[in-house]
């Protein structure tokens, strides 16, 4: 299995260090010897084989190469979803980046009103960092509180992004299925949205998708939908 390090600083150089906690795990953890070989990533999609040339007790030094594979989708999948309790936002977190995901925003909604702080942001991007180099992508998902509903539908609105929302009276196919290029999708808190927010998503014509007839957490429908869609957007198949 290829070693996937996240080591955006010197990623455009001839020549890389390795320390600190990123040499422990690679040196003393998984036991990296010199001459093997590993991809470097950037964060942005972009890949570099590298080749270890020297280990030390706190330092190791990387020759850094041609272009390696990305191992992104082809297509963008953008989550919107509503905050939850830490240990949940960061299992989430943390499997929507294994699979594919680009962005998370959080959103605070009427049943869940909870947000999340930049602290709390620092150690989810720990976590999709982290992610990124166990599955072997290229890209570290962008992570943000997006305010309110309006807020998040607004922002998705600017940029021309295709949406859904997941509700239990939706489609059984997902609606933006054979759409290209990048997609979101509106994720709501256990308790559902609030009939104010499914009117504010029929006045803004955003189509629904279910997941099927069972209650799920927000962590595992976020991960659930991302997959689906990430493989063809259809649950019935």
Same mark, same amino acid.
């Given at each position: ?18 320390? =600190? ?7 003393? &953890? ?5 001459? #093997?070989?590993? !991809? ?7 890949? /570099? $084989? ?5 280990? =030390?007790? /706190? ?21 919107? &979803?509503?905050?939850?309790?830490? =240990?949940?936002?960061? $299992? +989430? &977190?943390?499997?929507?980046? #294994? ?10 909604? =009427? /049943?869940?009103?909870?947000?999340? #702080?930049?602290?709390?942001?620092? *150690?989810? *991007?720990? %976590?999709? %960092? ?6 072997? !992508? ?28 997941? @509700? ?24 559902? $949205? ?8 029929? @006045?803004?014509? %955003?189509?629904? $998708?279910?997941?099927?007839?069972? &209650? ?7 991960? %659930?939908?991302?997959?689906?869609? +990430?493989?063809?957007?259809? +649950?019935? *198949?």
């Amino acid at each position: 299995m290829t070693t996937t390090l996240h080591l955006p600083v010197f990623f455009s150089a001839a020549t890389a260090l390795v320390e =600190d906690e990123a040499h422990h795990h690679l040196f003393k &953890v998984k036991r990296l010897q010199t001459g #093997e070989r590993l !991809r470097v990533v950037d964060g942005e999609g972009h890949a /570099r $084989w590298a080749k270890i040339t020297g280990i =030390d007790k /706190r330092a190791a030094r990387l020759e850094l190469g041609e272009a390696a594979p990305a191992n992104e989708p082809e297509l963008a999948v953008e989550i919107f &979803v509503a905050a939850a309790k830490p =240990d949940r936002i960061a $299992w +989430l &977190v943390e499997k929507v980046t #294994e699979i594919g995901v680009v962005a998370i925003r959080f959103i605070a909604t =009427d /049943r869940e009103a909870r947000s999340v #702080e930049s602290s709390q942001l620092a *150690r989810l *991007r720990r %976590i999709a %960092i982290s992610a990124v180099e166990q599955s072997g !992508r290229s890209v570290v998902p962008a992570l943000a509180m997006a305010g309110g509903l309006r807020e998040a539908l607004a922002a998705a609105g600017e940029t021309g992004l295709a949406v859904a929302v997941l @509700d239990a009276a939706g489609a059984a196919a997902c609606p933006v299925a054979g759409a290209a290029g990048s997609c979101g999708l509106f994720v709501g808190p256990e308790g559902g $949205w609030s009939p104010a927010e499914i009117d504010l998503f029929r @006045d803004r014509q %955003i189509p629904s $998708w279910s997941l099927g007839p069972t &209650v799920l957490r927000v962590e595992t429908a976020a991960v %659930i939908a991302a997959g689906v869609r +990430l493989c063809g957007g259809d +649950l019935a *198949r």
